[in-house]
């Protein structure tokens, strides 16, 4: 269980200081970094506080040097920074060709050929164009398209058979020839059959996973597109089926979507009507995570779904591979709110940063203003999401209320008694998805997260200042770009004097009820999402602009990257508010695993080379 800390606990420690000192440290990182052939960093005495958050946030997530920490309290040693920096440079090659994979895609698509699908065939055909156009924009390597089309078994027809499956196997090439094989394939194809209201699903899934998918892509993509459930009823759908138990050809879900999930192929359904609802219930429960749906009614429009849908698995693809490696947290998917009533309520700590006063605090790594403050929240007992990285858990942040006869405030249990309280935001707090290596080295995970969405938000009101004055003269729309209010919670454990963790950390960020969509516009490479909604382009030209006015802003010394965003049409209009960005640093050893250094700021000029756009010429930046 969780009890906050009592009224008059004082604020949370710090505890960022070293032994070693200042000088000696830095001198450590310096022979580090050097040993794995990054520049050197500039010879000024430095604040240690980043470099020691970022040494310790790397030490929880590796278990060998971790047991090198000698004393209780976590202290570093030079000896330890410098094998943490030389470790570091060497992980860098590896993340790199892993993501530089990430962004290489083999894409099926799956198909129902029955007598209703022939317009459906047709765009899928012609639009195949624009969808190819959008990866190499996006500076995506396609290494393979397929395609499988599939009817039904007659209804006389109860033994295995494939013959009304229609394949295309993955062909690779340059893309011109790919493109062109794919269309004469799908152009050959005749849309005819159905004798109940249910198709071979199935077989078309299991024909799609017998696939030789392309070794080189690393992101796998089956897009399958159909207006009939599999065979199976009431399982699937309500309606005659000459098959209700399922034809006895069927491969069962778990081994189907078992094999799926080991050969890392990303499940996409386009519908075309309601009839499919059922079966996609079904298949989450076996593919084990939400299976995106789109809507394949608008023809005309199929290319952007389609496109999307590559770009959102290219972005997953990548985020997995800034996740950490560790002991996993246990933990249980909930989708559903509690009901808050049944949720203590917890008095905790937030910590936020000021925002630089300039430049020279950045560069120079002077530590960042803290402010400590007292909350009231509740926090869900289990997750509603799982990304790469962290989970997500439901939360509110309440006030205390004296006044009996307020209507509204509602009673709450709080630190063994009953309180009222009224809501004053609602809030979603995050958790890294695995264990620090030791206890004491959790907090400094969320402070490096901390540290660089404030220094990105510095770099956003600079980049709004010079938009907005540059706006009108270059008859632009001045959007503005804004980074989430970042925050760090700490609880406090009431079981931790029987041995367990003191201390519970999780980030805090608003939550949004209204319709929103988070958007990944850019990863920590040269990926920048290709769409064929202007609305959306718009960000991405905003996004990859910040990027370029980042590393221009600071004469070098960073770029901010991987930037994804919340695009609402309600209070923030107008405004593209971003959330959890990676920075690279060339001469510093901060900013987590996610900074590349010095490959990752030309990874980046290399993706926006010739592709300036009117938000980087507005702001008077050299081409890149």
């Known amino acids: 269980g969780a009890q906050a800390a009592g009224a008059d606990s004082p604020p949370p420690p710090s505890y960022n200081t070293a032994v070693d000192g200042d000088d000696t440290l830095m001198a450590a990182m310096e022979a580090g970094m050097a040993a794995s052939a990054s520049p050197p960093p500039p010879k000024k005495k430095q604040s240690n506080t980043s470099l020691i958050n970022s040494t310790k946030a790397m030490l929880a997530e590796d278990e060998e040097l971790a047991a090198d920490i000698e004393d209780p309290e976590g202290t570093l040693t030079a000896e ?57 924009g996006a500076n995506c390597g396609l290494h393979g398209l397929a395609f499988i089309g599939y009817k039904d078994y007659g209804p006389s027809r109860p033994a295995k058979s494939t013959t009304h499956i229609e394949v295309m196997p993955f062909k690779n090439g340059a893309n011109q020839r790919m493109v062109a094989d794919f269309q004469k394939f799908v152009g050959g194809l005749t849309a005819a059959g159905g004798h109940d209201t249910p198709e071979d699903v199935l077989g078309g899934l ?138 203590p309520v917890l008095r905790v700590s937030y910590v936020t940063y ?15 203003v803290s ?40 009673s ?99 939550r949004f009820r209204d319709r929103v969509e988070m958007v990944k516009l850019t990863n920590n490479w040269n990926f920048t999402r290709g769409s064929r909604s202007a609305e959306i382009q718009k960000y991405v030209e905003l996004a990859t602009a910040f990027s370029h006015f980042t590393h221009v802003h600071s004469e070098g010394y960073l770029c901010v990257v991987d930037l994804q965003g919340i695009i609402t049409a309600g209070e923030s209009k107008g405004t593209l508010l971003l959330t959890d960005p990676a920075i690279h640093c060339a001469k510093h050893m901060r900013f987590g695993r996610t900074n590349l250094r010095q490959p990752g700021i030309d990874a980046f000029y290399k993706g926006h080379a010739g592709k300036c756009n009117q938000y980087c010429r507005a702001l008077g930046l050299p081409p890149a």
């Open 80 to 136: 330890l920074v410098t094998r943490v920096a030389q470790k570091v440079g060497f992980d860098v090659d590896r993340v790199v060709d892993l993501i530089r994979h990430a962004q290489e895609v083999a894409l099926c698509f799956v198909v129902d050929t029955t007598g209703s699908m022939g317009s459906l065939i047709e765009a899928v055909k012609k639009q195949i164009i624009e969808v190819v156009g959008s990866l190499e």
């Open 206 to 343: 299991e024909a799609a996973v017998n696939l030789a998918w392309p070794d080189a892509a690393a992101t796998r993509v089956l897009v399958h597109i159909g207006d009939a459930p599999p065979h199976g009823s009431p399982k699937f759908h309500d309606s005659h089926d000459n098959y209700p138990d399922g034809h006895p050809g069927d491969l069962p879900l778990p081994e189907l979507f078992g094999q799926m999930r080991e050969m890392k192929i990303q499940y996409h359904f386009g519908a075309l009507n309601n009839s499919c609802k059922k079966m996609v219930q079904v298949f989450e429960e076996f593919y084990g995570d939400p299976i995106n749906s789109f809507d394949s009614r608008e023809l005309s429009t199929l290319h952007t779904c389609v496109t999307e849908t590559v770009m959102e698995s290219v972005a997953a693809t990548s985020g997995a591979v800034a996740a950490r490696h560790g002991r996993a947290r246990p933990f249980e998917i909930v989708k559903a709110e509690p009901r808050w009533s049944d949720v």
């Open 354 to 368: 000021e925002l630089p006063p300039s430049m020279e605090h950045v560069t120079n790594m002077k530590p960042l």
């Open 371 to 410: 402010e400590f403050k007292w909350r009231w929240v509740q926090v869900a007992d289990k997750p509603f999401d799982k990304g790469s990285i962290r989970l997500a858990y439901y939360g509110r942040r309440l006030h205390p209320v004296n006044d009996d006869s307020d209507p509204s405030a509602d």
């Open 412 to 510: 709450y249990r709080c630190q063994g008694k009953v309180m009222k309280f009224k809501l004053e935001e609602d809030t979603v707090f995050k958790e890294y998805l695995t264990l620090p290596t030791r206890p004491e080295l959790d907090r400094p995970r969320y402070e490096v997260d901390l540290e660089m969405q404030t220094i990105a938000a510095f770099f956003a009101n600079a980049f709004n200042y010079h938009l907005t004055r540059a706006a009108g003269a270059a008859r632009i729309e001045p959007i503005k770009l804004k980074f989430l209010m970042a925050r760090v919670m700490r609880i406090e454990n009431d079981s931790w004097r029987g041995g367990g963790e003191r201390y519970r950390y999780m980030a805090v960020e608003k």
